[in-house]
Every structure is written in structure tokens, then in C-alpha cells.
């Protein structure tokens, strides 16, 4: 079985300051990991995810998250938040090695980026 | 442009009366998905198809029915059995490998 946990419901930044959204994950092979962001009444939209290779990996809007494989997370960083970062963001994992029911998404993290 | 496409947006639904939430998608991908969002508990698949005329429950099946005729099209039915149908619905779609998903818009369902 595969399993996501994102600890924090809701991250507060001050605008400029970095950010950091965590996410944990539990797969029994190779993990694929993705994040993504959700704006109200909307669909999810990618972000990043990692695969293979280098542990940094840099996504969309200034995003990056750094695959730990000794502490399996996967978390979310930016190095200066904007207000327009405020949103609901989604970590999802799936089992590299196989399965066929596709990815598991954690609950959620409401970020919210104080001006 | 490529795409995967929800309608309606927002659908009201009786009580005792079976809706059907459409997904279609022209990114030729194999896989196809539905969730449902409610606040606090993210998302929770319902039904995937991996091809054509093939569809698996997910964590949540029961009072939902799918098809799946038509690669492009993975069509949701919230039967009158779902007891708790007011949520909002996301549908995705992926190549073959689930290497990332493409999600449609949504759509609001809401009992009144």
C-alpha cells in the first residue's frame, strides 16, 4: 500500500520569506512523487514531481522540493513567497515498481502568504 | 490545445435522482480517474479505468457508476444510492505508468 501525509493543514509565511509545505510518504518500492496546487473551485495543477535522478528538483512558479529517501519526504520549498503562492497545495506519491490504481494524494496544505 | 474537459460546472441534484458528471479528454492518455474533494479530507478516488471497456473501484465506489467506451470519454454517475453526494468532483487523466496526472476543472455537485 502507498500512503501520503502532509502534516500541517495550514502554513502561514509572511510575503518574501521562504516557505516550506512537508510532505511524508510510505510506498513499498520506488517512490514517484508530484505536487500539486488546487485554487478555489478549480482543478489541481502540477507543480513538479521526481522520478529518478537528481534529489532537487525545480518545478513551476519559482518551486523546487528535495527528495530524502532516508526520511522519505518530499517537501515543498520556495526560496521568497508571494501572495499570490496562497493556495490549497497537494503531495501525491505512487509506487514506481507497479499498481495500477495510480496516485495517492495527501490531504492537503493551505498555504497562506500574509502581505 | 490538449485538454481534459468537466461539464457541467455546477449541477444540482434532487433527492433520489441519479446525475451524470461528464469527463472527456483529447491527450490520447490511457488512464482515466475520478475524485472527490470534500473540505479536510482531500481526495478520494472513486473509480479509475486503465483501458477502454475496463474500469476498477477506488476507495469510495459505492453509490458511483462509470463507462468507459470511448478512450476520450470516462463518464461519473452519482446513483440516488450515495447517501452524501454534495462534494466537488475532479477528473484526471495520465499516459500509461501514471507518471503525472492532467486534471479537469471540476464540477460542484450539490443536493438541494
Known amino acids: 500500500a502507498q500512503s501520503v501525509a502532509q502534516p500541517e493543514d495550514q502554513v502561514n509565511v509572511a510575503e518574501g520569506n521562504p516557505l516550506t509545505v512537508k510532505c511524508t510518504y510510505s510506498v513499498s518500492g520506488n517512490p514517484y512523487l508530484f505536487w500539486y496546487v488546487q485554487y478555489p473551485n478549480r482543478g489541481l495543477q502540477f507543480l513538479l514531481k521526481?522520478?529518478?535522478?537528481?534529489?532537487l528538483v525545480k518545478g513551476s512558479y519559482g518551486f523546487e522540493a528535495e527528495f530524502n529517501k532516508s526520511q522519505t519526504s518530499f517537501h515543498l520549498k520556495k526560496p521568497s513567497a508571494l501572495v499570490s503562492d496562497s493556495a490549497l497545495y497537494f503531495c501525491?506519491?505512487?509506487?514506481?515498481?507497479?499498481?495500477?490504481?495510480?496516485?495517492?494524494f495527501g490531504k492537503g496544505t493551505h498555504l497562506i502568504i500574509q502581505p | 490545445d490538449g485538454g481534459i474537459t468537466q461539464s457541467p460546472k455546477y449541477l444540482f441534484r434532487k433527492e433520489g435522482q441519479n446525475v451524470t458528471l461528464s469527463c472527456e479528454q483529447n491527450l490520447n492518455h490511457d488512464a482515466m480517474y475520478w475524485y472527490r474533494q470534500d473540505p479536510g479530507q482531500g481526495l478520494r478516488l472513486i473509480y479509475y479505468s486503465q483501458i477502454v471497456n475496463d474500469f476498477q473501484k477506488g476507495d469510495i465506489a459505492e453509490g458511483y457508476s462509470v463507462s468507459r467506451e470511448k478512450k476520450e470519454s470516462f463518464p461519473l454517475t452519482v446513483t440516488s444510492a450515495q447517501k452524501n453526494p454534495t462534494a466537488f468532483y475532479l477528473c484526471?487523466?495520465?499516459?500509461?505508468?501514471?507518471?503525472?496526472?492532467?486534471f479537469g476543472s471540476g464540477t460542484r455537485l450539490t443536493v438541494v
Open positions: 521526481y522520478i529518478t535522478g537528481d534529489n
Open positions: 484526471a487523466s495520465s499516459p500509461a505508468g501514471a507518471r503525472g496526472y492532467t
Open positions: 501525491a506519491v505512487r509506487d514506481g515498481g507497479g499498481g495500477a490504481d495510480g496516485l495517492t
